[in-house]
């Protein structure tokens, strides 16, 4: 996928904001086009290629690895607008979360979030539209963290009951994790996602206003930066994500066309939202396959072969082949430390 087209898209200067008091204005904004000034309009929209980019500094900048979870932690303090309104203002539990799945992405452009419930438990799913690079656990687990500490602050909610998900195998730091995700946290998961009991969803809000509620929800759809091209293609990684989960799949992934079904589109939909974004399905089914190949060698105790199979290579020797052009060393290789380093 052509990942300037979501680079180019615009979000508020929220985190900008925020990482600059805590690290020297110039080193954070190199690369960025930014200046200091900018930084001190709340309403200031830059692309989302500036922001990543001054996160990689951030992160670069930090002088421990997991100083972001502590930062993350102050963020629900700090924002504002309609859609922190919304969330102290929903009715309940559940229709909080809707609030926080719907609207917040115009804050994170590069992310989608999807809710679905599942047995006793509601997932709230967060899925990056693009390669987030060593970037990543900030980007993802921020906003989990941000998310949680409004369920805490609202409804008084036990954190120990929650799970946290996430899509990469344990961070160095991870043995802190404890201190800011209060629940269950597993690495090595299909999907980076907050879950909740169920029963929660139906817990009321004390504080709620009917005109307040109404009032933030009227705001946040006028301000919604969510593009229906962007809707679809998180719904497309999600519903691949879902099949690649199913033991009983008779194939890696869907095709185009089951995949429109699902979606209540025609395939000549599918494509045309694609294009927009300058990917086809071609190049997000390989973007997903990719992923899903790093994540299954990192299990040494899953044999190349039990890979190859898995994601839906027949001939292992195909998927050696696949394998290489993705990365350029081979799936043995990459296991043993060169296409790592």
């Given at each position: 996928m052509?990942r300037?087209?979501?680079?180019?898209?615009?979000?508020?200067?929220?985190y900008g904001?925020h990482?600059?008091?805590?690290?020297p204005?110039?080193?954070?904004?190199?690369g960025t086009?930014?200046?200091?000034?900018?930084l001190e309009?709340?309403?200031?929209?830059?692309t989302v290629g500036q922001a990543?980019?001054y996160?990689k500094?951030?992160?670069?900048?930090g002088?421990e690895?997991?100083?972001y979870?502590a930062w993350?932690?102050s963020?629900?303090?700090h924002?504002?607008?309609?859609?922190s309104?919304?969330?102290?203002s929903?009715?309940?539990l559940?229709?909080a979360?809707y609030a926080?799945i719907?609207?917040f992405?115009g804050?994170v452009p590069?992310?989608?979030l999807?809710?679905?419930?599942?047995?006793?438990w509601?997932r709230?799913?967060?899925q990056?539209?693009i390669?987030?690079g060593?970037?990543?656990?900030?980007?993802?687990?921020?906003?989990?963290i941000i998310?949680?500490q409004?369920?805490?602050?609202v409804?008084?909610?036990?954190?120990?009951q929650?799970?946290?998900?996430?899509?990469?195998?344990?961070?160095?730091y991870?043995g802190c994790?404890a201190?800011?995700?209060?629940g269950?946290?597993?690495?090595?998961a299909l999907r980076?996602?907050?879950?909740?009991p169920?029963?929660?969803?139906?817990?009321?809000n004390l504080?709620?206003q009917?005109s307040s509620?109404?009032?933030?929800l009227?705001?946040c759809e006028?301000?919604l930066?969510?593009s229906?091209e962007?809707?679809?293609?998180g719904d497309?990684q999600?519903?691949?994500s879902i099949?690649?989960a199913?033991?009983?799949?008779?194939?890696?992934l869907?095709?185009l066309?089951?995949?429109?079904r699902?979606?209540?589109l025609a395939?000549r939909?599918?494509?045309?939202?694609l294009r927009h974004?300058?990917?086809?399905?071609q190049?997000v089914?390989?973007d997903?396959l990719r992923?899903?190949?790093l994540?299954l060698?990192?299990n040494?105790?899953?044999?190349i072969?039990a890979?190859?199979?898995?994601?839906?290579?027949?001939n292992?020797?195909n998927?050696?082949k696949?394998?290489?052009?993705?990365?350029?060393?081979?799936?043995?290789?990459?296991?043993?430390g060169?296409?790592?380093?």
């Amino acid at each position: 996928m052509d990942r300037t087209v979501i680079e180019q898209m615009l979000m508020p200067v929220t985190y900008g904001r925020h990482l600059a008091r805590r690290f020297p204005v110039g080193p954070l904004l190199a690369g960025t086009g930014l200046n200091p000034q900018e930084l001190e309009h709340r309403d200031r929209r830059i692309t989302v290629g500036q922001a990543l980019q001054y996160v990689k500094n951030a992160l670069a900048l930090g002088e421990e690895p997991d100083w972001y979870l502590a930062w993350a932690s102050s963020l629900s303090d700090h924002f504002h607008g309609p859609i922190s309104l919304a969330l102290m203002s929903a009715p309940t539990l559940g229709d909080a979360l809707y609030a926080f799945i719907r609207f917040f992405p115009g804050r994170v452009p590069y992310l989608h979030l999807h809710g679905q419930r599942e047995g006793e438990w509601f997932r709230a799913e967060l899925q990056p539209l693009i390669d987030l690079g060593e970037s990543t656990p900030l980007l993802v687990e921020t906003p989990l963290i941000i998310l949680q500490q409004y369920l805490d602050t609202v409804y008084g909610v036990d954190l120990r009951q929650t799970r946290v998900m996430l899509a990469y195998p344990p961070t160095p730091y991870a043995g802190c994790y404890a201190r800011y995700f209060h629940g269950e946290v597993q690495f090595g998961a299909l999907r980076h996602a907050l879950e909740v009991p169920v029963a929660w969803l139906a817990r009321r809000n004390l504080e709620f206003q009917a005109s307040s509620w109404a009032h933030a929800l009227a705001q946040c759809e006028a301000t919604l930066a969510s593009s229906v091209e962007r809707s679809t293609l998180g719904d497309l990684q999600r519903l691949l994500s879902i099949a690649f989960a199913k033991p009983e799949r008779e194939r890696a992934l869907p095709t185009l066309a089951e995949v429109a079904r699902e979606l209540h589109l025609a395939p000549r939909t599918l494509i045309r939202r694609l294009r927009h974004l300058g990917t086809t399905y071609q190049a997000v089914t390989d973007d997903f396959l990719r992923a899903r190949a790093l994540e299954l060698l990192a299990n040494d105790g899953v044999k190349i072969k039990a890979v190859a199979a898995a994601l839906g290579f027949t001939n292992p020797a195909n998927f050696g082949k696949a394998f290489k052009r993705w990365f350029g060393v081979s799936p043995g290789k990459y296991r043993a430390g060169d296409g790592r380093r």
